[in-house]
């Protein structure tokens, strides 16, 4: 049996994340397993492996090799993609089974999965959480977030993208991009996308994770719901008139309108010309291009843009009362945040569902939000990293003054 299982070890957010638990401070405490369609590859690559570290050299497409690796194993940090490939067949055997199940993103076995617990979806979901903490866990009003994000983009997650594209089928994309659509609980419309946004003077276009960051927040939103009127003490309520909007910052307004029109512009025709069922020759030609010259799995970004990189969520949430007060948190991270931060989101994810208490929606399972599944241990966890500067503080309006500082705890 081995503690923390890392499928997709060789891959370039695979290598790092298994460096992340290997070379861990509480390292002492638990054991990894390391599995690679290719044990001569994984030996091979420059990872701290010692006799303490079980190898599992494993093809996804063989199932009962993928059953019996899960079973080995406690938690699952899964590092492969694209996960429309390769993520279901990981999340079965880890519900069939009970074990606990972490990605780059109602289950009898009481298994824990926890689909985007990397730079999408956490900074975002423990945003709304910290400053309904500092607000004192009154429901909630209007949630923005500028979302900043400096750094490269490692092949394999691009190929993900590409793959949802072509791949996925049309009617799931539809379903998906729903509002509220992951939330047990329906909740009020979230605004209309725009092409320049504001939160005091800070200015922003369209944010590439913005979607998907705003489902998972609702999906904390609703289960936290749920968990009240079962009567489950979960901590927070956001409340029936929450809504989370999210954008990219930029240096003023123009430039935030030129940047959403030219994303907007992009993300249509890529969604155009890309599934896999249109027979035009530019969308074969096109594929083809992007995935050799710009996706190419177990690539990314050089040493110098990983150490250089950082991120910066800016969020203010205001409560929902006669009198609205404001909570201002601000998430700051050191290093390239889709894979240096990432590999800490997700191997700090992995060790709280293994050593950390699991707070009250945990301990019941199934498919959770980063928040819902670990809630104060992964903020702890992230500022004692070293990475990670975190705070909330109350202030007098979205771009106001400070009135009161607290930590984000």
Known sequence: MVDILVIGATGFCGRHAA?????????????????????????????????????????IQDEQALEDAVKKSKVVLNCIGPFWHYGTPVVQACARNGIHYV????????????????????????????????????????????????????GGTLASFVAILEDVPTNHLSLSA????????????????????SLGSM???????????RAFVQ????????????GVNSGPVYGPAFTYTEFTPTSNVFSAFFYSLALATVFAGLTFIAPVQS?????????????????????????????????????VTMSDEPVPRYAKTIIKGSGDPGTLLTAEFVGESALALLLDELPPLAKEGGVLTPITAFGDNIIRRLEKSGRFEITTRIVDGPGGGIEESRKAR
């Open 203 to 213: 200015r922003g276009g369209l944010a590439v994770f913005g979607p998907i960051n």
């Open 279 to 315: 027979n035009f020759i530019i969308s074969a030609q096109f594929r083809w291009l992007f995935k050799r010259l710009v996706t190419q799995p177990g690539s990314g970004p050089a040493d110098h843009t990983l150490e250089n990189g950082r991120l910066e969520y800016v969020n």
């Open 219 to 230: 999906r904390t939103a609703g289960l936290l719901e749920l968990a009240r009127r079962r």
């Open 19 to 59: 460096r992340y638990v290997l070379e861990h401070p509480e390292r002492s405490k638990y054991t990894v397993g390391l599995a690679a369609r290719s044990r001569s590859k994984l030996t091979s690559i420059d990872l701290p492996i010692d006799n303490s570290v079980q190898i599992f050299e494993l093809d």
């Open 178 to 197: 729903r509002d509220w659509a992951l939330s047990p609980v329906p909740g009020a419309p979230s605004p209309r996308p725009r092409l320049v946004y």
């Open 103 to 154: 990605r780059l993103s109602g289950i009898k076995t009481h298994a824990i999965i926890v689909p985007s617990c990397g730079v999408d979806s956490i900074p975002a979901d423990a945003s709304v959480y910290l400053a309904s903490k500092a607000l004192g866990h009154v429901p909630l009003g209007t949630s923005t977030t500028s979302a900043g994000l400096y750094g490269g983009a490692p």
